[in-house]
């Protein structure tokens, strides 16, 4: 009865390995980035362990796939022998005959233990990890990265034949999780989090910031006939009448017909006396940037910050000026409209 009773004890015993090492597989590749770094810069050993663990995902599935398999050919040859013979002592009391109750008892046993392996010792840690992936991260990945050390020589070189035959096929082997997004798959979380409730998007500035990087210059930029444009030679009487009739707070200037820069109010409210209907000082006058009319609009916003210029003008692909971008209108299409301090 010993030998029955140390089959048992060793089929629980295998099957909590079992599930130690499936758990810490779904774990470590479940678990986010952005969530375990925090933890790591805060000094937490285990956040840092597990961080190295995502780093080398490879190198851990390979040491919990090793650890499944071997439980799992032990549990077939060490457990379920044992229950089989088991159950054989009270089958044999039946009428059935002595092949028959080998059988029976045989078949019993596996799909007991095939039962108790798949959910005990596969879906429960599975489903574990899916529901609190970090902290079965941290909880599992180090001792997984103790094992893997162990048995270094012999995972490495399971893994580096499984990546060698990936080659064969054309396929770049990865070692780290995926931790990030596209940015289709951004604006999917966006709009399911939205429709489920989780995530409230009153404004729709979240919305708007994935719309963003879709968006070309062309698709915000004035064409030239709809703006106020004023000569290059202006005088800041002329940019006082014109804030006077139109109320904006900056305006292009052009040269033959080409924009050559752009003034604010503010760049003419010292300007008295004879200087007051004296054309505006080249030097005060503003510089364009000048981005393309393909760019993307995230790559126009970067040319306008790094000029710092709050317009700038727009070329197709003939070096031709089609019109012209406000920083203000990159903004709206983050944040919604933006009013204009001076417009009525």
């Known amino acids: 009865m010993s030998e029955y009773l140390s089959g048992i004890i060793w089929l629980v015993v295998l099957l909590v390995v079992n599930a130690f090492f499936v758990g810490a597989e779904f774990a470590v ?54 229950i089989h013979h088991l159950l054989e002592i009270p089958l044999a009391n039946t009428p059935l005959s002595p092949n028959a109750v080998t059988v029976l008892a045989f078949v019993v046993a596996l799909v007991l233990v095939t039962f108790l392996h798949v959910v005990f010792g596969e879906m429960v840690p599975k489903n574990i990890s899916f529901s609190v992936p970090t902290r079965a991260a941290l909880i599992l990945a180090p001792p997984l990265v103790f094992v893997a050390r162990i048995f ?29 997004y596209t940015l289709d798959e951004v604006a999917t979380i966006v709009a399911q989090s939205t429709r489920e ?42 940019i006082q009448r014109a804030v006077a009739a139109h109320g904006y707070s900056r305006y292009l200037l052009t040269d033959n017909g080409e924009p050559s820069g752009y003034l604010h109010i503010k760049d003419v409210m010292d300007l008295t006396g004879d200087r ?25 916003l970067a040319m306008i910050r790094r000029s710092g210029a709050h317009v700038a003008r727009v070329l197709d692909e003939n070096a031709g000026t089609t019109g012209v971008i406000f920083l203000e209108d990159i903004v709206e299409e983050l944040i919604g409209e933006v009013q204009d301090a001076t417009t009525r």
Not at 153 to 179: C, H, M, Q, Y
Not at 200 to 210: F, K, M, P
Not at 215 to 237: H, I, R
Request: charged share 20%; net charge neutral.
């Open 29 to 82: 590749i479940s678990a986010r980035r952005s969530q375990i770094e925090p933890k790591a810069q805060a000094g937490s050993r285990a956040a840092q362990t597990t961080l190295w663990a995502m780093e080398h995902a490879t190198l851990m599935l390979a040491t919990s796939q090793l650890g499944i398999t071997v439980c799992s050919l032990l549990i077939l040859n060490v457990s379920e022998p044992a």
């Open 152 to 180: 270094k020589p012999i995972i490495w070189s399971l893994n580096g034949i499984a990546n060698g035959i990936l080659r064969l096929f054309r396929v770049t082997p990865k070692d780290e999780a995926t931790s990030t």
């Open 276 to 300: 007051y209907t004296s054309p505006v000082p080249t030097k005060r006058i503003r510089r364009l940037a000048v981005v393309r009319r393909d760019s993307e609009l995230e790559d126009a």
């Open 197 to 238: 409730g989780v995530l409230v998007d009153g404004t729709g500035t979240l919305t708007a910031a994935v719309e963003f990087t879709a968006k070309t210059a062309g698709d915000v930029e004035v064409p030239l006939g709809d703006l106020v444009v004023l000569p290059a030679t202006v005088t800041p009487a002329e």
